[in-house]
T-cell receptor, first 113, second 111 residues
Framework: DADVTQTPRNRITKTGKRIMLECSQT?????MYWYRQDPGLGLRLIYY???????NKGEISDGYSVSRQAQAKFSLSLESAIPNQTALYFC????????????FGPGTRLLVL | EDQVTQSPEALRLQEGESSSLNCSYT??????LFWYRQDPGKGPEFLFT???AGEEKEKERLKATLTKKESFLHITAPKPEDSATYLC????????????FGSGTQLTVLP
């Protein structure tokens, strides 16, 4: 079984809709991250969380919000989706006791029409 | 601000033709340089972490090296299954556990 899972794997939505992407991990890591990936732009950090009570904005947080429901669960919401939020979204985890090696989920492909 | 530049953007090799991918970086206090492999439609898969200049790590046909300004991912006698995008990332001392990623090198190995 995968250590980091994401649901849904694919999502098509319309402009203005609210959607939620979910991430769960069984690695026992305390730190979780949300990235988006666009062709030619690499991975860009949206939000990160060092524990359940700690949420931090990344470089591109506008238009997004997150919730850390438990150590193992971190969800990303688009309050009112817009077409330029069409991208691949990845969740990642890391262990505070180790290096900053991050382990990624399989991704969610989001299309906003 | 940490910066990572990877070159070339794309590389096509014949099976068995060895080559190197480059990752140039600027960072205030390197705490780690990371290499990942990403297959189409999948999440990045961790390959290596390097911490200091002169360090080398190997895994099968891949070897990663590190200097004070750049890292190389050497691919020896590649096979078609090595085709993927290879991502480089750095963690600097001023970036509070955040990684800065390059845009990747897309490697195609032809049989």
């Amino acid at each position: 079984d995968a250590d980091v899972t994401q649901t849904p794997r694919n999502r098509i939505t319309k402009t203005g809709k609210r959607i939620m992407l979910e991430c769960s991990q069984t690695k026992g890591h305390d730190r979780m991250y949300w990235y988006r990936q666009d062709p030619g732009l690499g991975l860009r950090l949206i939000y990160y969380s060092f524990d359940v009570k700690d949420i931090n904005k990344g470089e591109i947080s506008d238009g997004y919000s997150v919730s850390r429901q438990a150590q193992a669960k971190f969800s990303l919401s688009l309050e009112s989706a817009i077409p330029n939020q069409t991208a691949l979204y990845f969740c990642a985890t890391s262990d505070q006791r180790g290096s900053e090696t991050q382990y990624f989920g399989p991704g969610t492909r989001l299309l906003v029409l | 601000e940490d910066q990572v530049t990877q070159s070339p953007e794309a590389l096509r090799l014949q099976e068995g033709e060895s080559s190197s991918l480059n990752c140039s970086y600027t960072v205030s206090g390197l705490r780690g340089l990371f290499w990942y492999r990403q297959d189409p439609g999948k999440g990045p898969e961790f390959l290596f972490t390097l911490y200091s200049a002169g360090e080398e790590k190997e895994k099968e046909r891949l070897k990663a090296t590190l200097t004070k300004k750049e890292s190389f991912l050497h691919i020896t006698a590649p096979k078609p299954e090595d085709s993927a995008t290879y991502l480089c990332a750095v963690h600097g001392s001023g970036s509070a556990r955040q990684l800065t990623f390059g845009s990747g090198t897309q490697l195609t190995v032809l049989p």
